[in-house]
Every structure is written in C-alpha cells, then in structure tokens.
C-alpha cells in the first residue's frame, strides 16, 4: 500500500520535469541561432571574427543599427541600399500581395459558391488547376508579359503576378460553402441583393479567416526571393530578402557580418510584428468551426 | 393582409422531376393553412414557391389581387421563419429584425418602435443586444418569430419552425403561435411533417402525398371523412386500422369481423377503416349494423388515461390497435372483441385507396 501511494507523487514529478526539458531543449535549438544573430548585430566586426565569438551583446547595438537602416550596406564593390528603403518596398510588397489576394480570391469564391451560372464548375476548376502552376514554373513566360507592359521596376510588376491565389480561393470556398442556404434565402426575403449579402453577411462572418490568411499571405509575400530577384534589377526596388543576400554575395571580398545580422534582425521584425498582433484571429481562423 | 391562392400550380425541375402537381389551395384572409405530408411529398417546395425561392413551373400564385410569379422575395411582402432559425450569426437580436426593415428604408424611429414591440409580444426584451449563440433554441425561435412579425407581412410562412425544439417546447411554441396568429390576424402558410401539430393549428389542412393534394378542409373534416387511405393513415395517432374485406352478403367479410351490415363494399372486395380510438370492448352482442373484431391480444400498452390493445386479426396477421379508455385490464394471449359503431366505419376502394360512399 505504502509504495502505492507515494508512486503518483514519483510520476506526478517526473511528468512535470520531462515534457518540460523536452521543451526547453527545443526552445534553444530554435532561439540559439536567433540570440547569435542579435549579439552579432550588436559587435564590431573584427570582435565577431574571433573564436569563439562573444555571446553577450556588444556595445555597438545603437551604432550598428543606425548604420543599417540608414546608410546601407557595402560588400566589395556592391552597395547596397539603406535598409529602410528596402523594408519599405518589402513592406508594399507583402501587403499588396496579401490585400490583393484577399480581395481577389474572396470575390471570386463568393461567385462560385453563391451564383449559378454557365461553365461555373469549370471556372472553378480553373482557378483550381493553377495550383499546379506557380510562380516558379511560369517565371519565363510572366518575365517577358511584365517586360512587354513596361512594368519592370514597379511596385505593379513585382506584386500583380503574384496576386491570383488558388488556395485563398480554396479556403473561401470551403467556408462559403459552409453558411447555410436558409441564410442566403432568409438576407433574400429581407431584401438584400447580392453585394448587400455579400457586404451585411458574407463578409463579417469571414474576418476570422481573412485575418488568418492575410497572416500567411503576408509572410508569403515578405519571403518572396526569386520574383522580386528577376523584377527588381534596380537597386531602389530591392526587397529585404533581396538585399539581405547580397550583402554576403561578394566574390571573396569581406563582409560586414555585423550589418548582416543587424539588417537580418530588422528584416524580422514586420513578420513577428504581424503574427504577433494578429495571433489571437489567425488561431480563431484556424479552429473555428462555428457558423 | 391579404389571400394567398395557388391555381393550378406545378413544380418541374431541370430532368424532369414533377415535385409539384397541378396543386389549387385557396386560403381566406386571416386563415391559417397548414400543408402537411411525409418527407417528399412536395410541401416545402410549395412554400418556397409561395416565398418566391423557388420558381414556379406552371400556374399562378397570387398574393393579395396581384400575381406574384415573378417578383423577388422582398417584394412578395412575406416573412419566412426557417426550420433552423437562420439568424444572422454576427448580428444582435436587434439588428436581426431591424435587418430587413433598414434594407426597405424604414424610418429609424419607426424600425425602433417596431422591433421593441415585437420584442416586447415575444418576451425577448432582455436579450435585444445578444447575440443568436448566446441565446437557447426556444429563445432564438422567438427571435425567427420577431424577424418575422416587425415586417409586418401580408402573409407569413413557417416551414418546420418548431421541428429543432424539444418536445415540451415545440407544444408550448405551438399555442404560442396559434395565438400570435389570432392576434395579429395575418394569412399563413405552415408546413409540418408532424401531424398533431396540423390537427391543432390549421384552419385549413392540406395533405399532401407525393406532389399532389390528397385532401384539403378542416382538420375534423379530415379526421371524419377522409378522402383515402392516405389521409386516414395520416391524420389521427395511432393510425386508422385498415382491413381488407370481401364482399358478404350483408356486408363486409373478413376472419374475425362480425356485422358491418349496411356497408356497400363492392363485388372485388375493399378496405374497411376504423379509429382505434371508435372502438369499444363489447361485452354483449353487436349490432348487426355495427362492427365486431375479435382478436387474440398481443401487446398491452397501458398510459395511465387510456390502453393500447395490440393484436392480429383473423390468421391475415395484420395486426390492429384498439384505443380502449381507462386501464384495460387485459392478458397478452386472451382473446378481446370490440366493436366500433356504424358511423365509425369507412370504407375505400382497394386499388385506388379512394373512400367509397358518403
């Protein structure tokens, strides 16, 4: 009986150290890296060619920093312009791509869910099969269109091929599909016509899932790389991610490692600041099943 | 307010399903039509015709003087309460039933006066800022109610509305809304599966049976002169027992049926009726113009006011129920006669299940 007893409490420790280890080993194998980056962005940078390199912040945070956003980097002979130029043209990237894609694809599943017309389940399909078809697979043919419209270095050019979206279309759908006709039918005897439903109804009952694909689209469209790479020859339409490569990309030549890390730290911080801000409506997006 | 009739009215859908045959109903102003029949039978298209969410094939719908084939929903000046409420999910209690009326460019004032009325009819005061999940299934009814009645419609349309309460709600929503009706004195269209629920409201019932009209009337009508074996079927719980007969000489033969003398059945034979609730144990001889059964006992259902006896009659094996009052004391296995007096009795044709005589 005795050692009946005192074996919940034995477990009842052990449960509590184990799944808390667990985590807290997968918690520095993931920060690990992020916490040498930081110390790297706050070190000079004959400091972080040392070995080992220091693991404490340096005292060069501010200096570092200021110099990323506002002058630009320099590796070799490349120049590279100051960070918050190319946040900035990250920025209006991502959100175009997923305000656009938003709207784009809310508005064609609420056509094919609500409306009966001819060819609807073939459009459907369409839309459906270019899921086969991205970016990657179509960059020859979608390069040379946005170079006969003029549209190389442009905001229009970097952000409008990425724009329709099959699987935001999906993911409409699916919800669409899942409002009951009852309450298409009752809007219908209360006198809302089609963009009234769509606008009263339709709309409000999706914020939860718009909120959770602009999330995904938004980061989607900031870690573009071989999109923006073709269209932005141009220095001033460089993206972060864009930039951020070519700050290391110098044949032989030195590298700042320090403005690296700090301009790899800032090109963080929009992401983070999205899903942060947006967590609590991306997991209600995720999860909700109520009507 | 306004009559609602249906002339001549059909329902065929892309590939050639009638779900609606060739129906004319006419319900008076102020009356209340209760369409009724099994799943399919075609009474919840009949109603979304009315409502104008569905189109209709053939023949004329009119509201009121004016024909409303083809004007949309909004403009048929109806409300429709849904089986599954359909409350817009996001919107208050309030904005539910001022939803409408906003959308028709109903003075504010005017929409305020209106939803606090109704609200005030419906006791649903307190939950005018809450939302249709923060709210119980009989309360979010209420609510369907009130989207409804602030409309203040020529015709109202009910399609199942109570079918998603329970029991004991569904017979107090029940009266609820056979008062409302009365006192609001709007013309409405009610479809129901569930007869009981027919019987009590209508003022009009229509039976329904796979796209057509069995029978149209009263509910006593109905219930005392029913036009088939359908709607003898149908109408009354538990069902009409119905017999196959031959023709005797003096009337009705059967294994196990005495009397029945003066009941013209013809030469090939018929089906004879009778209400397990017409029937009495006889202690004495029958009449001859009345009818006795005689049955070995099967089953004993005792309710407290009244006993199911169940047994099958005359080596057919087709069992009968016997509605007798108070508790029938009876053994399974001993055999039983009643008897069910000659104004009980019906009789209908076999092949086409038609009553014969009056």
């Known amino acids: ?291 | 307010m306004a009559e609602v009739s249906l002339s001549r009215v059909r329902k065929v859908y892309p590939g050639g399903v009638e779900a609606v045959k060739d129906i004319d109903i006419a319900i008076p102003d102020g009356a209340l039509c209760v369409l009724v029949g099994p799943s399919g039978c075609g009474k919840s298209t009949l109603l979304r015709m009315i409502a104008g969410l569905e189109t209709i094939t053939e023949g004329d719908c009119r509201i009121g003087a004016g024909r409303v084939n083809d004007l949309d929903p909004s403009d048929r000046d109806i409300a429709m309460v849904f089986q599954n409420y359909a409350l817009y999910p996001h919107m208050t209690v309030y904005d539910n039933m001022a939803y409408g009326l906003r959308n028709r460019g109903t003075p504010k004032d005017e929409i305020e006066a209106r939803v606090q009325e109704a609200a005030r009819i419906l006791e649903i005061s307190p939950f005018l800022d809450r939302k249709p999940r923060a709210l119980s299934g009989g309360q979010r009814q209420r609510v369907a109610m009130g989207r409804a009645i602030v409309r203040k419609p020529q015709v109202f349309l009910f399609d199942e509305p109570l079918s998603n309460l329970d029991a004991k709600l569904r017979i107090q929503m029940r009266v609820e809304i056979k008062k409302l009706q009365r006192a609001l004195g709007v013309t409405s269209v009610y479809v129901t599966h569930d007869q009981l629920e027919a019987m009590t409201l209508a003022d009009i019932l229509v039976v329904m049976s796979k796209g057509h009209v069995e029978q149209q009337g009263s509910p006593l009508d109905l219930y005392e002169k029913p036009a088939s074996t359908f709607v003898a079927s149908f109408i009354g719980a538990p069902p009409m027992n119905l017999i196959p007969v031959g023709a005797g000489e003096n009337g009705p033969q059967a294994p196990g049926l005495t009397g029945g003398r003066g009941l013209a059945v013809p030469a090939g034979g018929a089906t004879l009726g009778v209400r397990p609730e017409h029937m009495i144990v006889a202690t004495g001889p029958v009449p001859d113009d009345a009818l006795g059964i005689t049955f070995p006992v099967s089953a004993v259902e005792a309710v407290g006011a009244e006993t199911f006896v169940y047994g099958p009659i005359g080596g057919t094996g087709q069992e009968i129920i016997a509605r007798l009052p108070g508790k029938a004391l009876l053994a399974p296995g001993t055999p039983v006669s009643v008897a069910a007096a000659a104004e009980h009795l019906h009789l209908f044709a076999t092949d086409t299940g038609k009553r014969l005589g009056p």
């Not at chain 1, 389940?121 to 946005?146: D, H």
């Not at chain 1, 999330?215 to 001033?236: E, K, S």
Request: charged residues 10%; glycine residues 6%; hydrophobic residues 55%.
């Open chain 1, 1 to 291: 009986m005795a050692a009946q007893l005192d074996t919940p409490m034995t477990k009842s420790v052990r449960r509590d150290w184990v799944p808390h280890l667990v985590i807290a080993i997968g918690i520095f194998i993931t920060a690990f890296p992020l916490w040498v980056a930081f110390v790297a962005s706050t070190l000079s940078n004959p400091e972080i060619a040392q070995a080992p390199m220091p693991l404490l912040p340096g005292d060069r945070a501010a200096a570092n920093y200021g110099e990323a956003l506002w002058q630009g980097g320099r590796s070799g002979r490349i120049m590279t312009p100051p960070v918050w130029e190319m946040m900035f043209n990250s920025t209006v990237m991502a959100l175009s791509i997923a305000v656009g894609k938003i709207i784009i694809s809310i508005l064609s599943a609420y056509a094919v869910v609500f409306f009966r017309f001819p060819f609807r389940m073939a459009f459907f399909w369409m839309i459906f099969i270019t899921l086969m078809l991205p970016v990657e697979v179509r960059i020859v043919p979608t390069i040379q269109v946005i170079t006969n419209l003029n549209m190389m270095n442009t905001y229009a050019g970097l952000t409008i091929p990425l724009i329709a979206s099959a699987t935001a279309t999906l993911l409409f759908r699916q919800f669409f599909l899942t409002i009951p006709d009852e309450l298409v039918e009752a809007a219908k005897i209360d006198g809302a016509g089609p963009m009234k439903f769509f606008r009263d109804v339709v709309l409000p009952l999706s914020v939860t899932n718009i909120a959770a694909l602009f999330v995904i689209l938004f980061l989607y469209g900031w870690n573009q790389y071989l999109w923006p790479l073709l269209i932005g020859t141009d220095a001033r339409m460089q993206t972060i991610v864009i930039g951020m490569s070519k700050m290391i990309d110098s044949a032989g030549g030195p590298t700042d490692w320090n403005m690296v890390m700090a301009t790899a730290i800032l090109a963080l911080l929009p992401p983070v600041l999205v899903v942060v801000l947006m967590q609590r409506w991306f997991v209600k997006g995720l999860v909700e099943t109520e009507k």
